[in-house]
């Protein structure tokens, strides 16, 4: 039986070089990573928020009632 080097049974291939479509595609999937982190982040925090908010009214609030305000079109003035 023949005896193989070590060099010659496992092989390691050289790195290929990082092409620029490469780097680009890297750098984009890193802004699209960090942007949907920090609107997740973002969406936990006011969601948080909204039901300590929610937590602290009353069952029913109070409707807002009109005082007639704002019912009467606006008319220009005849001269």
């Known amino acids: 039986m023949a005896k193989f080097a070590t060099t010659t049974l496992f092989k390691t291939s050289t790195p290929r070089a990082e092409t620029l479509m490469d780097k680009t595609t890297r750098a984009a999937t890193k802004i699209l990573y960090e942007e949907t982190e920090q609107r997740r982040v973002k969406t936990e ?23 007639g305000a704002g019912k009467k079109p606006r008319t220009k003035a005849v001269r």
């Open 45 to 67: 925090r006011l969601r948080k928020a909204r039901l300590e908010r929610e937590a602290g009214l009353p069952a029913e609030a109070p409707k807002a009632t009109s005082n």
